[in-house]
């Protein structure tokens, strides 16, 4: 394109050990443009990018800034360079005030009143440039996601970056706060400022990037013009061969009442009330989604049916009768006894246990099956049995029962944990996002069991995040909001912008 | 994987590097009191295991180690650390001393396995209430297995010098046992046969270390609560998510960790002094906490590690005994090294050796 573009890496080159997470990768970023980069997880997208930003050091390879080469070594190279990072956790210190939080490493010498009234005057003038209003004084705990992540910008933009890395930067926010982000980026672009958006979401690819940059396995595959290109056509760069976007299912036939939720409200540890009132049922047959930002009191709700939140108050029933008490290790087993499944939404922290062997995460919770060994004993050729089973029904790669699960990628772990799950023939599965962090490949392969699953008859809790699975997946759909259901729509009359209005608590229920 | 090692590197060559080192930093010090640290490692050696009454007592004290170290690894299996093995055995002491000293009446066949329950009873309390506390009150573990192994000094100091006392010494011990309610010598169990074995402590408690360690293995790596109890210690969210009470398992887990470490009095009490004295424990409960991690918390490392200690300090002595310029304290110090490399600094080298044998494998 034209000029000497903003950034370009030349023959970047990085190895861990093994893997070759980047090879020979050529990158060039016009200035003023808005420069996505997709890939599936694992695809060195955020190898790339840290070598960028000064996390890494490339094992070969040159970076040039406006066509000067420049040594990144650490992030304050980077910063050096104009270069600033928004990370997809935000890298923030909560007790702190935003004006705190920005002058965090920056303050201008030993007493701080003067950069302050310094950073106060500046940080006035950026904010009323780019339409990026947050209180400086509130303590960012305080402040929603949205505003953070404008904080996080705001901090980039102080330390003088003209070119701006997001890492995943819409994965927390609603569509409309999205927008808001999308239209506060088309600006800087439109002041000839640079922008790199690494994502996997083709939809937010294709509406604001102007370039876009597919990787796959460590290499650039391809680099096209945004507005000639297609979702297909990136979804195929990605994975190497033809994907099935939308889920192919037919008609719900819901059956009996499985689930029924009462007036649960569930109190937190800091007395914050995280459920206030939740009622709904699930049926035999059905996949009822429930949609809402991160946050909103899903974790809770699913925990709590789970048996491993305590409740305030309301009550659960399964097949018409009430469970125990939740919030209890009994509650938990007897839940499982029930034959109610649940795939948690952080497999790492819940759903298995990072450094036991793949044959011993897949009996979490199930360690007291009888056909795992006899009396106290736990038979390992019994779990490695039941592994291989597993792993066969499922296709978790590599097939090795004794590999450290925290060694398979993050769709083998989690089709491992919806293996075990799927595989005690539950007649209700609560599952918590069940393709975060999850190459397309396995997301597919995922929605596919949960629909076989539906077709069997049985019923399905969903709690996601990502509005396209819900969608896609869910025949009905509930929409949380502080710790209350703020809506309920079937399928064929839900739409993303009406959605979205209810993820943001703006629109009353439907 | 980035810094993994071979598995015969991280087990066999890490721990003997780190050795090298203690033994390297050892020997200068014995240079700068001016002695040959060839002629003393010499003697160290020979100390050890160069005739049979060292064997004897090499491996006495590695049955300590033994002991102390599986309580170590055990609790560390459930993601605590169990510094108040000394606190355990030194209650665990009571239980046996209690046992022997009151139920005598009993024959040999009774009084012997009581005792011994009683010593894994004792000391299996004197754990589960800091497990207890950390538990259900949330004081970690750490403080309160310190607090309790002061706790268990004041009161088998009271106990020893005002209750059980046997009043015609002037030391605070117990009379002797009767000989039918201690655990049999090596040299008792000779002698019935016919025979004349190398004079030393060794006695039958050594068997019940490896019976120990077995049980360990067993326990922790073959039983559905050995399970759960790896799985609080690896991820207590986890746990919960599987039905698995963190709380019961924790407690549990300190209850089986203080009674290993409480089993030390079988040896240390029943079988080498048949009689309790004061301090009998001698920081054998705390040098357990450095077999267990140069052992890798393993059933099998522990025991190789308990070994090596249990060479040391034999050696040690006699290296104190026979150069005179080398005395206890210097012992001492050299034992502290070796437990400087092999427990604190065990990692030191490890990315040296990473290093190495990454490349080793890129040029292969």
Known sequence: ???????????????????????????????????????????????LMGIAYGYYRPDAGTIRVDGRVVEISEPQDAIRAGIGMVHQHFMLVETFTVLENILLGAEGGALLARGEAEARAGLARLMAEYALEVDLDARVADLDVGAQQRVEILKALWRGARILILDEPTAVLTPQETDRLFALLAKWRDQGRTVLLITHKLREILAITDRVTVMRRGAVVATLETARTSQAELAELMVGRRVLLKVDKRAAVPGAEILRAEGLRHVDARGIERLRGISFAVHAGEIVGIAGVAGNGQSELIEALAGLKPLAGGRILFKGAPVDPPGSADACRSARARRIAHVPEDRLRMGLVASFA???????????????????FLDPDATRTRTNR????????????????????????????????????????????????????????????????????????????????????????????????????????????????????????? | MKGELPRWVDLGLLPAVNLLAALALSSLVVLAIGVNPLAALAILVRGAVGYPEAWGYTLYYATNFVFTGLAVAVAFHAGLFNIGGEGQAYVAGLGATLVCLGLDALPG???????????AAFGAAWGAIPGWLQARRGSHVVITTIMFNFLASALMTYMLSNVLLDPTYGSPETRHFAPHATVWKLTDIAARFGFEAPRSPLNAA?????????????????????????????????????????????????????????????NEVMGSQQRMVLAFTGGYGFVGIAVALMGRNHPVGVCLAALLF???????????????????????????????????????????????????????
């Open chain 2, 109 to 119: 066949f009774l009084v012997v396995p009581l005792a011994i329950l009683a010593a």
């Open chain 2, 310 to 364: 249990g060479a040391l300090y034999q050696g040690g002595s006699d290296l104190a005994f026979e150069i005179s310029t080398i005395n206890r304290d210097l012992v001492i110090v050299i034992q502290g090294l070796v437990i400087l490399f092999c427990g604190a600094l065990e990692n030191m080298f490890r990315p040296a050796l990473a290093a190495f044998f990454a490349r080793e494998r890129a040029a292969a």
């Open chain 1, 1 to 47: 394109m034209e000029g000497v573009p903003a950034l370009a890496l030349a023959g970047v080159d990085k190895s861990f050990g093994a893997v070759h997470a980047n090879r020979a990768i050529d990158l060039s970023v016009a200035q003023g443009s808005i420069h996505g980069i997709v890939g599936e997880n694992g695809a060195g997208k955020s190898t």
């Open chain 2, 206 to 266: 050594t068997l019940l270390a490896l019976a120990a360690a077995a049980f360990v293995w067993v326990y922790v790596w073959r039983t559905r609560a050995g399970y759960a109890l790896r799985t609080v210690g690896a991820n207590e969210q986890a746990a919960r998510y599987a039905g698995i009470d963190p709380a019961r398992t924790i407690i549990a887990a300190m209850a089986i960790s203080g009674a290993l470490a409480g089993l030390m009095a079988v």
């Open chain 1, 390 to 510: 597993l792993m066969e029904a499922f296709d978790v790669r590599p097939r090795l029962p004794e590999l450290r699960s925290a060694n398979f990628s993050g769709g083998n772990q989690q089709k491992l944990v919806l293996g075990r799950e799927i595989d005690r023939d539950p007649e209700l599965l609560i599952v918590g996002q069940p393709t975060r962090g999850v190459d397309i490949g396995a997301i597919e392969f995922i929605h596919r069991r949960l629909v076989d699953l539906r077709d069997a008859g049985k019923a399905i809790l969903l709690v996601s995040c990502e509005l396209d699975e819900i969608l896609s997946l869910a025949d009905r759909i509930l929409v949380m909001f502080d710790g209350r259901i703020a809506g309920e729509l079937p399928r064929a009359a839900a739409d993303e912008r009406q959605l979205g209005l209810l993820m943001a608590g703006v629109a009353a229920a439907a």
């Open chain 1, 358 to 376: 793949a044959r011993e995460s897949a009996i979490l919770g199930y360690h007291d099956d009888a056909d795992l060994g006899s009396g106290p």
